[in-house]
């Protein structure tokens, strides 16, 4: 690897848990070695874009706002600063003006004099419970820089239950003024971990599309956190996106899991119309049991191979990181609107 981001199959990743580690424990910084995610794999991978959730774990006692807050703190002191290196990404404008700077001439050393072959990086909020009911914590968390928010974990919050609640409610009626004020400020939503029910409200009450950030099929694998044909085809008709996961127990219910075992995810979403709605969401530092060949991001241009001996380059570059992109660059908020 020359370290350099592959310009002909970027890969988006649209969730990832550093921020979690490095709130558990002071130690873990962006290169430490307990993590799957750095910008050392980030660039051998040829990822474009990451994405890092905003979870508060169990761990921590009730979620509060300052959890959120004490996050974004690691994320700008480790992850997009001088020594993390990574770009923050909030303006659909941003990909846009990369894209140009991308194209102009590069120095005669190889190098371009701005940062353009840095990652950029996307926060996200992996379940609302944080918010403490306060929508103008919401628009705090605009404010400084999330793009994108999950109402739920697995469990129920003041918000919406999530998929393993066992009574399998929808959202409540904060829920809904929360779904409300993240149409109006531009805040994309995410429908991994919400509850069956969920899913369906946040769709009708959804001015932009939404998307399932880190969900394989349930009809190959039948983990609850998984999609039901009818909702991925509901996700297809709106527009909206399906990342797939890399955690052992969504691709297969038993034995060893490898690369190859995410094929027939990728068969099932295809045959339902979904083969231009497909990305990647792998879960990184939220995984306890690795994919064999999908360790970590630096095995992506390995899992591209694989995919290439299966489908044609211009599905496997939409899969690896086109369809994202296009999604960012339609459905991210402008500068112009803030």
Not at 73 to 100: K, Y
Not at 107 to 131: F, K, M, Y
């Amino acid at each position: 690897m020359n370290g350099k981001l592959n310009a002909k199959r970027p890969v988006v990743d649209f969730h990832c848990d550093v921020l979690c580690k490095m709130q558990l424990d002071s130690k873990v910084d962006f290169s430490h070695p307990s993590l799957d995610v750095t910008k050392e794999r980030l660039l051998a991978g040829h990822v474009r874009l990451q994405t890092f959730a905003i979870y508060i774990s169990q761990v921590l006692g009730t979620p509060r706002f300052e959890h959120i807050v004490r996050q974004i703190e690691l994320f700008r002191q480790h992850v997009v600063s001088s020594s993390g290196g990574l770009r923050p990404l909030l303006w659909r404008e941003d990909l846009a003006e990369q894209d140009e700077q991308a194209e102009k001439p590069k120095h005669l050393d190889g190098n371009r004099a701005d940062q353009t072959d840095s990652p950029w990086a996307l926060l996200s909020l992996e379940g609302a419970d944080a918010l403490e009911g306060n929508p103008l914590y919401a628009e705090l968390c605009y404010a400084i820089g999330i793009r994108l928010i999950g109402l739920t974990w697995n469990h129920a919050n003041w918000a919406a239950d999530g998929i393993m609640e066992p009574r399998g409610g929808g959202l409540t009626r904060k829920g809904r003024e929360l779904v409300k004020r993240s149409n109006e400020l531009g805040l994309l939503l995410d429908v991994s971990h919400l509850s069956v029910q969920g899913f369906w409200e946040v769709l009708e009450e959804a001015t932009l599309p939404p998307i399932a950030s880190h969900s394989n099929a349930f009809a190959v694998c039948s983990h609850p956190r998984n999609l039901r044909d009818d909702q991925i085809r509901a996700l297809i008709a709106c527009d909206g996106r399906i990342g797939l996961t890399f955690v052992t127990m969504f691709i297969k219910e038993q034995g060893t899991v490898t690369a190859e075992d995410l094929l027939p995810h990728i068969e099932h979403i295809c045959a339902l119309g979904g083969a231009r709605h497909m990305m990647f969401g792998s879960d990184f530092d939220g995984i306890e049991r690795h994919v064999q060949g999908l360790e970590h991001p630096g095995k992506y241009p390995e899992f591209a191979e694989l995919l290439l001996k299966h489908y044609p380059e211009e599905l496997v570059t939409g899969w690896l990181g086109g369809h994202a992109l296009h999604y960012l660059q339609t459905n991210l908020p402008s500068k112009r609107s803030f």
